[in-house]
């Protein structure tokens, strides 16, 4: 007898009349796109499949292409993941002090947390960043809150991820500004500037220029970096926002991957090299609950990208066909009811980011629905990886969950369903129009407010929420000072006050007169920084040539 005949044997024998006789309990259908899962997934899955599957070609082996099973040969064997707490808040000494207290306490890498008016390209004394300041994260105007939110850091030694888009050329060249006045190389310098702007125009807003302008810019760090910086990460291509705006985890994969592709796109017609820029290029996933399609997700998404950079842009390295990628535990689904419980929500979904084979995580405080994370917070959202690297033995081995028939199953049915999302997009000119005409946007909203319907008629559970309620006792919550904002808008006007205005002036002109041409913006704006102009103004100059995008609506 097959395996095929003996699950019909045992549906018509066994599970069946049990679930006759007995009312199962209530199930909301919790994988992508409202689908359930099987009672039981076995090998005849695997063979069902369209092609059947194939273990050398479907799963390969760690470190080649397809990558399914992970971008390095011994994965957590030979390195952990990195760890790297996102943080930021309040003024740079702030942060500064507290990225020391994380390195002190075993962290292995930052992660830079910007307030709004940074990540908007608005000076802290714009009218339009009243109350913004250092609230979501540190204020940085200029070259000298630069040095102060690095001060006594090693960064020859540590990796620096920031989270900034449409300004991240400015970011990232006060870093390299600040790194070389303290005697480190830009060639030297580890990190990654998130600089994936499309997902913005989806899911997260905070864009400056139109949609074609910043794509230019983006090309121009993937050409500066390729030559100047060649340990950065250009770009962190991010389906997190995407996922926390609602959307599954099957239109996490495609519209990161379809997001990827444009810009790959772009690059190549700039006349990049695929196999120079695409090696510096990551990727930044959430990761959810349903631990199971998660691992599945991630091991769908490495598999897939490696064969569209090898059939759509001919890539030809194993390095520049790897999907290697940061995640971060969901924020979306931390409850300011109970808070205490997200320590566990984090830890399952640590463990899929693990099982997953991500290179490096951030897992979420505990409090973080309630504001910004507390010292004690941050510390147990730490010790949660650590736990999980040094206690668990998950680290030890490489794609633990492979083979195993509903992962496998699921992988694929991901894999699948990406697919055909890209199909559409392609059909609606790329990534670039498909948003201009609303449609992942769209696709987001009608997923959401899905999910949303599901909690409020208690179809899904969420615990403390809608079910299993308690009263708990207040919970202690960080808060930004007000005075923070008045001390960084006096630093700024003083930091204005004693520049070289001429200097600075000639590097805005020269700024300007590129943006009207076709040359790389990046040199230009590191020779701004380096004039002590602001993070503001900079992007004013852009605003003025370029403009600013009009949102599209979206209903």
């Not at 760890?83 to 292995?108: C, D, I, K, P, V």
């Not at 930052?110 to 540190?138: H, I, N, Y």
């Not at 990628?325 to 640590?350: D, I, K, S, W, Y």
Request: charged share 25%; net charge negative.
């Amino acid at each position: 007898m097959d395996y095929a005949d003996l699950r019909k044997k045992w549906l018509e024998e066994d599970l069946g009349p049990l679930e006759a006789k007995k009312k199962t309990r209530p199930r909301v259908a919790n994988l992508a796109g409202k689908e359930d899962v099987a009672p039981l997934y076995g090998p005849d899955d695997l063979d069902a499949l369209e092609p059947a599957f194939d273990p050398a070609r479907d799963l390969g082996v760690p470190g080649r292409p397809p990558f399914t099973r992970g971008v390095q040969p011994n994965m957590y064997r030979g390195r952990l993941w990195t760890m790297r707490q996102y943080a930021g808040f309040g003024t740079a000494a702030e942060s500064n002090e507290r990225y020391r207290y994380l390195l002190g306490q075993g962290q292995t890498g930052l992660s830079v947390a910007f307030d709004l008016p940074t990540q908007m390209g608005r000076d802290s004394d714009d009218a339009r960043a009243l109350g913004e300041v250092g609230k979501v994260g540190v204020a940085i105007d200029s070259i000298e809150d630069m040095r102060t939110l690095f001060a006594g850091i090693p960064l020859d030694k540590v990796s620096t991820s920031m989270t900034i888009n449409a300004t991240a050329a400015t970011l990232l060249c006060l870093y390299i500004a600040v790194a070389e006045e303290n005697g480190v190389p830009r060639d030297k310098l580890r990190g990654t500037i998130q600089n994936d702007i499309l997902k913005e125009y989806m899911a997260r807003g905070t864009y400056i220029y139109p949609p074609r302008p910043s794509i230019r810019l983006i090309t121009d760090i993937f050409a500066f970096s390729g030559a100047e910086v060649p340990h950065w990460n250009t770009i962190s291509i991010s389906g997190y926002h995407i996922r926390e705006a609602g959307c599954d985890a099957v239109q996490e994969v495609a519209f990161t991957l379809a997001d990827g592709m444009a810009y790959v796109d772009a690059a190549v017609k700039a006349g990049l090299d695929v196999d120079d820029f695409g090696a510096q290029l990551s990727f930044f996933f959430n990761v959810h609950n349903n631990v199971i399609e998660e691992v599945a997700k991630f091991r769908a998404a490495r598999r897939m990208w490696a064969a569209l950079m090898a059939e759509r842009f001919d890539a030809k390295t194993d390095r520049a066909r790897a999907l290697r990628f940061h995640c971060q535990t969901a924020g979306m689904t931390l409850t300011a009811q109970q808070p205490l419980n997200n320590v566990v929500r984090v830890t399952m979904q640590a463990l899929a980011a693990v099982l997953g084979g991500c290179q490096s995580l951030h897992t979420n405080s505990y409090d973080e629905a309630l504001g910004l994370p507390t010292s004690e917070a941050v510390t147990i959202a730490l010790r949660t990886q650590q736990i999980v690297a040094y206690e668990s033995g998950v680290a030890d081995f490489v794609d633990a969950l492979g083979g195993s028939y509903a992962v496998e199953a699921l992988t694929r049915r991901i894999e699948r369903r990406a697919y055909e999302y890209i199909a559409r997009i392609d059909e609606l000119g790329g990534m670039v129009s498909a948003i201009e005409q609303g449609y992942p946007q769209r696709e987001i909203q009608n997923s959401a407010y899905v999910y949303q319907l599901e909690i409020e008629k208690k179809e899904r559970v969420i615990v403390g929420v809608n079910d299993f309620v308690q009263d708990t006792a207040p919970m202690p919550v960080m808060k930004i000072d007000a005075s923070a904002e008045r001390e960084q808008v006096e630093r700024l006007r003083a930091f204005r006050a004693k520049r070289d205005a001429g200097r600075h002036a000639e590097a805005l002109r020269r700024l300007d007169a590129a943006c009207r041409t076709s040359d790389n913006l990046v040199p230009l704006i590191l020779d701004a920084v380096k004039a002590d102009a602001t993070v503001g103004e900079i992007a004013g100059v852009l605003r003025e040539v370029w403009g600013e995008h009009q949102e599209t609506l979206v209903i």
